[in-house]
């Protein structure tokens, strides 16, 4: 294995090591303490209204609802296996390096991590119902997510036409092209995409011109002053991936679009980047029984700043790395995946302070790791060679970026502006 995975693996597992016997610590304070230990009311159900009931309740992704103790008491032992192997909340980042703040990071924190392992090694109590949180107000499935902070529903919505997949068979990619409808150029500031509430099931992952569903993705709303520009009479071109499930089910992906006042002209452009993906297509190849290493560059023609950064790889993937190489050659890791899971595709967001600031001439670099042995529990079989392939038993990399293009003047005053507030500024050339 790759020298800097290995050391990954190591801070890791160190990380882990602390992390239980903090638990136990903690555990064996409640227990010498009678009363000290944690409550589901008290302290239990604050922490799944914050980071688990977005998907864990009625009507959504999670497998079982967490909304109340009667709902989560009988999961409390699976709820505990999936927390202490951080599988659940999804957040594969690794917390030992790169940038550490996130618009969207749903992980929990080593308090919280603690608090429900104990919970459940002390017997899952309720404790005193009068603790309870006021219940969390949740949209129906029916209500657009992003509705809530943009205040109003969606200006513009798009669907693709029907497709039905059958209960059995193979992945199908569903490809068509339809007309937006928009009569006028229009600048948008936010835009979710979904499939209908059945349809769930067997999309993978869904995307438009517009933007992407994925489970993990919840929309994307574009940082202040930044838009995308929408033509009148533009297109939309959908590429869905389904899968069966056992049952035949027909599906319309929909697109939303909420747009900027008529008269106002966003001062950035959103863009996009798929870093990678031509490297793979041209020099893919997975040997069998092989832990394998491979590398995607790009160059930056203008000062950019990164809003997000999302890998993409399927089952054999393993972890995934964003560095950047600046103009005077000093590299710089923004980002290390560690521990990739291909059913969940997350878009890191990055907070606006801590957001890359690059400069001209910087090499953004990606490394994938691919695990194709037995030890990869996903692997449907490590014994064959596998080349790139759209298909979840074929495999690729690559990293889907979002990001605004600057000119040299705002970049020097973001630079200047971060580095007083900050002291430090990712991008800065040392």
Same mark, same amino acid.
């Given at each position: ?12 597992? +160190? ?32 922490? %799944?209204?914050? +980071? ?6 009625? *009507?959504?992704? *999670? ?7 009667? !709902? ?21 980042? !690794?917390?030992?390096? *790169?940038?550490?703040? %996130? ?77 937006? *409808? ?6 948008? @500031? ?7 509430? @059945? ?40 590429? =869905? ?7 035949? =089910? ?8 909420? %747009?900027?006042? +008529?008269?106002?002209?966003?001062? #950035?452009? %959103? ?139 705002? #970049? ?7 580095? @007083? ?10």
């Amino acid at each position: 294995m790759d020298q800097m995975c290995q050391r990954r693996t190591t801070t890791i597992r +160190k990380s882990l090591a602390t992390v239980v016997l903090f638990g136990v610590a903690s555990l064996a304070q409640a227990q010498s303490a009678p009363g000290a230990a944690p409550t589901f009311a008290k302290d239990v159900a604050p922490i %799944f209204q914050q +980071k688990c009931q977005t998907c864990h309740r009625p *009507g959504q992704m *999670g497998p079982m609802s967490l909304l109340t103790y009667q !709902d989560a008491r009988p999961w409390a032992r699976a709820i505990k296996t999936k927390v202490a192997a951080r599988d659940m909340p999804p957040w594969h980042m !690794d917390k030992t390096v *790169g940038i550490q703040k %996130f618009a969207n990071d749903i992980s929990l924190s080593e308090a919280q991590f603690a608090t429900i392992v104990t919970w459940v090694d002390a017997g899952a109590p309720l404790g005193d119902a009068k603790d309870m949180p006021a219940p969390v107000k949740w949209p129906d499935g029916s209500q657009w997510r992003l509705a809530a902070s943009q205040g109003r529903i969606p200006d513009l919505i798009i669907k693709s036409t029907p497709w039905t997949q059958p209960a059995e068979g193979q992945d199908e990619w569903w490809q068509p092209v339809v007309d937006s *409808g928009l009569t006028e150029d229009r600048w948008i @500031k936010a835009v979710e995409v979904r499939p209908s509430e @059945k349809g769930r099931r067997i999309v993978h992952h869904g995307n438009s011109a517009l933007a992407e569903f994925a489970v993990g993705k919840e929309g994307e709303i574009y940082p202040e002053g930044t838009g995308k520009l929408m033509k009148a009479g533009e297109q939309v071109r959908f590429d =869905i991936h389904y899968h069966s499930v056992g049952e035949e =089910i027909t599906d319309q992906l929909e697109v939303a679009a909420w %747009f900027y006042p +008529k008269a106002y002209v966003p001062k #950035y452009q %959103f863009k996009t980047m798929t870093l990678g993906v031509q490297q793979a297509m041209d020099t893919f190849d997975l040997p069998p029984g092989k832990v394998t290493v491979h590398h995607g560059y790009a160059t930056l023609s203008e000062p950019t700043r990164v809003l997000s950064y999302q890998p993409h790889m399927h089952m054999r993937g393993k972890a995934m790395s964003l560095e950047a190489i600046y103009p005077n050659g000093r590299t710089e890791m923004l980002s290390y995946v560690d521990h990739f899971n291909f059913n969940w595709h997350i878009n890191y967001v990055y907070s606006d302070d801590a957001a890359p600031i690059l400069p001209r001439g910087t090499v953004l670099h990606i490394t994938a790791w691919h695990d194709n042995t037995s030890a990869n529990k996903n692997n449907p079989d490590p014994r064959q060679w596998v080349g790139w392939g759209q298909r979840s038993f074929d495999d690729m990399y690559h990293a889907h970026m979002r990001m605004v293009s600057l000119t040299d003047a705002d #970049y020097d005053e973001i630079m200047k502006e971060r580095k @007083k507030t900050t002291g430090t500024a990712t991008g800065q050339q040392q």
